[in-house]
């Protein structure tokens, strides 16, 4: 059994929750995100977090497969200020939704100003509304800065917890500032950008295995959605046994989402794929 928690299924095909399912996949975690252009209204966002509110757990359902969602403003469309403001206003009330475990994914993609402001604000709702917090760390040369000014800006924020705060997409030279400011780090398994199995692996056995998970992410681009178990694969052919990858597969983002009331990967029994059709 795995667990996939970050793992964007709105630009999967049906055939793919079919694929996990088989594979052993019990639970996904779908952050908002950036759907490939910029939203021209925050109404178009409504419908956006509908689907992954109320569309995408059916979907998931019917294979057994639990879904749960995060809801924020993606930091690739934050640098119109005015319009964050407008899409933020719409959080609250989805935030309520029962399968919401909190704000995700913010964090920042140029590093700039206007974003930085934008994730303040997410940190301040997700303290406001005590959820958990998913962030996306920047993907370019700088992603090491990015994420100095995340940790620092959730530092100053004063009453989020370390440890109810994910740091998504660290790499080798970010994982170990994360950890040490007692943070969960998680890496996001692509076949050819971000981190591929084998790097993941490098970095569990340089860092260890304590508040560290792994993802697909799967979105609209190159990516797998079975990126998890075989990575368990991976590690199994890297000498690893069946324990060392249930914790990284399963136990480990199973503890972290598990501070969420919310959150369940309970057995769920199938339904039928035309309940949602």
Known sequence: MFIDPHVHMVSRTTDDYARMAVAGCIAVTEPAFWAGYDRSSPQGFVDYFRQLTESEPLRAAAYGIRHHAWICLNPKEAEDHAFAKDVMALIPDFLKCPTVLGIGEIGLNRNSRTELAVFEEHLELAAKFDTLVLVHTPHLEDKHKGTKLILDAIRNQGSLKPGRVLID???????????????????????????????????????????????????????????????????????????????????????????SPRFSDQPLRPTAPDAIR
């Open 169 to 259: 997409h660290v790499e080798e030279h970010t994982v170990r500032c994360v950890l040490d400011a007692g943070f969960w780090a998680g890496m996001t398994l692509y076949p050819d950008t971000k981190c591929t199995a084998e790097r993941a692996v490098d970095i569990m056995e340089t860092h260890g295995t304590e508040r560290l998970w792994i993802n697909s992410a799967g979105d609209w681009g190159h990516s797998d959605p079975l990126a998890v178990p075989k990575a368990g694969v991976t590690m199994r052919a890297r000498g690893h046994g069946p324990d060392a990858v249930r914790r990284i597969t399963l136990e480990n983002p199973r503890t972290f989402l598990s501070q």
